[in-house]
């Protein structure tokens, strides 16, 4: 068993929370930007809320972290209350927010400037992998660091990967994105073509699902994308967010990134037609109107 505190319990971070009591065992104190929202958390699922990062985080052995962006994510680590103020020596940041590689990067330095250990360490697998405890983690960071949080990580992950040094994590988080939307796109395209040509789209799953063009996209989204259903899932402001993070770091590197900047505009589209609540398979909802 081991202390940890979880800062922000959104749609991701609080069930990630959960399991790290009923499935690690682990004392767990949590810390939501709305602190009616820590304590109704607690009611449920046991641990303590405190009112700040800085108070969750002091004497802990792990302090986890999933907010909105590098804006949340500094304000929790190095902000006026932040985390970084409290922690133990040689205790553990793990950031689970998909955020910049640049912010990791500089949280990473500030924490050793502490003698404190950071790992930038985004998820995947959505709301749905988090809820069962199922989620892929993308690490970068010190291997020491990393080897130490395997265990506790383990509670809502079914597989972790360390990448390289801090910000490989998100690194990867950004090729992860940048798959993900190409392949919703095709998906997307695909299933608005054979509806326009008169097939019975579960009939055509049947038959192109045991081949090359499998996915688990396909496999878990054609059923609501076929009804019309968007109200589940990763949000399609949510991806935006992370895309601008793709594309600004494109421009870092001098990667090429045409069709993640095409489709980002389809999702454009879609908030201005209502759906920036949609999940990310409503690039449907676009070419069916």
């Given at each position: 068993m081991a202390k940890v505190a979880f800062l922000g319990l959104?749609?991701?971070?609080?069930?990630?929370?959960?399991?790290?009591?009923?499935?690690?065992?682990?004392?767990?104190?949590v810390y939501n930007r709305t602190l009616t929202k820590a304590v109704e958390w607690?009611?449920?699922?046991?641990?303590?809320?405190?009112?700040?990062?800085?108070?969750?985080?002091?004497?802990?052995?792990?302090?986890?972290?999933?907010?909105?962006?590098?804006?949340?994510?500094?304000?929790?680590?190095?902000?006026?209350?932040?985390?970084?103020?409290?922690?133990?020596?040689?205790?553990?940041?793990?950031?689970?927010?998909?955020?910049?590689?640049?912010?990791?990067?500089?949280?990473?330095?500030?924490?050793?400037?502490?003698?404190?250990?950071?790992?930038?360490?985004?998820?995947?697998?959505?709301r749905l992998g988090a809820e069962k405890g199922t989620l892929t983690i993308m690490c970068g960071g010190d291997a020491a660091s990393y080897l130490r949080i395997q265990p506790v990580i383990a509670s809502y992950a079914r597989t972790s990967t360390l990448l390289g040094p801090s910000g490989s994590g998100q690194l990867t988080k950004m090729v992860n994105q940048i798959c993900l939307v190409g392949l919703i796109e095709g998906l997307s395209e695909g299933f608005h073509f054979a509806k326009k040509s008169g097939l019975d789209l579960g009939k055509v799953i049947e038959a192109i699902s045991k081949g090359s063009a499998q996915s688990w996209q396909m496999e878990n989204h054609w059923k609501p994308m076929s009804e019309g259903k968007f109200n589940f899932g990763f949000a399609v402001e949510w991806?935006?967010?992370?895309?601008?993070?793709?594309?600004?770091?494109?421009?870092?590197?001098?990667?090429?990134l045409p069709?993640?900047?095409?489709?980002?505009?389809?999702?454009?589209?879609?908030?201005?037609?209502?759906?920036?609540?949609?999940?990310?398979?409503?690039?449907?909802?676009?070419l069916d109107r």
């Open positions: 959104g749609a991701m971070g609080s069930p990630m929370a959960a399991f790290l009591i009923s499935k690690g065992g682990h004392d767990v104190t607690t009611s449920r699922f046991g641990g303590r809320a405190a009112e700040t990062a800085k108070a969750a985080a002091e004497g802990q052995d792990f302090v986890f972290a999933c907010v909105g962006n590098d804006s949340d994510l500094r304000s929790v680590t190095i902000g006026a209350e932040g985390a970084f103020h409290s922690m133990k020596p040689d205790a553990v940041f793990v950031d689970h927010t998909t955020a910049s590689a640049e912010v990791a990067r500089q949280l990473y330095a500030e924490a050793r400037s502490r003698n404190l250990h950071f790992v930038d360490a985004p998820v995947s697998g959505g991806m935006r967010k992370d895309l601008s993070i793709c594309l600004d770091e494109a421009r870092r590197n001098g990667a090429s069709g993640t900047a095409l489709i980002d505009n389809f999702f454009a589209e879609i908030e201005r037609m209502g759906g920036k609540r949609w999940d990310t398979s409503s690039l449907l909802a676009r």
